[in-house]
């Protein structure tokens, strides 16, 4: 988990409320990625960004946008949460996409009632 | 949807034992990776194995790629009780990784 960090690490919100999720790097990656994880499911890729101002889509994007105004630091923004939103979120980084390893940061636990 | 699926989903051995987890995956690759996640935790890269390789060592670790297959198999030998956890292969194409459902190892000591 060197060099990334997730905040918050954990988080309980209600139905409804918007939700920000910040991850924040300090290995210079040009490459971040949200997954989501679930039982069942395996991982998931929420959005990723191949640098600042630069993201696109996933396969479970819908309910979620994200952000990225700095290299260091990938928002993810769940408008109005839903309780098919309680998951585990996972960063990740990499340095040269694909080809590389990814580097995951410790991730936050959202429960949504 | 995943393209990556990992066989067994789990497998329990004793410790010492070898452990074989299958990944097979539905379309072209640039390489193929695996990860570990211990519960509770962030996943970890153990090895990459790149679409012209057909075998590549990482201490305890073997993994075999066989294209024509479309599938790559990961050895540990010689298991520890510390090696409990999940494994997850990842293929790497012309979109970003992904991620199977993983398969969970649990070693008896």
């Known amino acids: 988990d060197a060099g990334i960090t997730q905040s918050p690490r954990h988080k309980v919100t209600e139905t409804g409320t918007p939700v920000t999720l910040r991850c924040h790097q300090t290995?210079?990656?040009?490459?971040m990625y949200w997954y989501r994880q679930d039982p069942g499911h395996g991982l998931r890729l929420i959005h990723y960004?191949?640098?600042?101002?630069?993201?696109d889509k996933g396969e479970v994007s819908d309910g979620y946008s994200v952000s990225r105004s700095k290299t260091e630091d990938f928002l993810l923004t769940l408008e109005s949460a839903t309780s098919s939103q309680t998951s585990v979120y996972f960063c990740a980084i990499s340095g040269t996409g694909d080809l590389n390893e990814q580097f995951f940061g410790p991730g936050t636990r959202l429960t949504v009632l | 949807s995943q393209q990556g699926e990992e066989d067994p989903q789990a497998l329990s051995i004793q410790e010492g034992e070898n452990a074989t987890m299958n990944c097979s995956y539905k379309?072209?690759?640039?390489?193929l990776q695996w990860y570990r996640q211990n519960s509770g935790r962030g996943l970890v890269h153990l090895i990459l194995?790149?679409?012209?390789?057909r075998e590549k060592h990482s201490g305890r670790l073997r993994v075999t790629l066989d294209t024509s297959k479309k599938s790559s198999s990961l050895l540990i030998t010689a298991s520890r009780a510390a090696d409990t956890a999940s494994y997850f292969c990842?293929?790497?194409?012309?979109?970003?990784?992904?991620f199977g459902k993983g398969t969970r190892l649990s070693v008896i000591a």
């Open positions: 990842a293929t790497s194409g012309n979109t970003p990784l992904v």
């Open positions: 194995i790149r679409s012209n390789e």
């Open positions: 290995e210079n990656h040009r490459y």
């Open positions: 379309t072209s690759i640039n390489n």
């Open positions: 960004s191949y640098g600042v101002k630069d993201t």
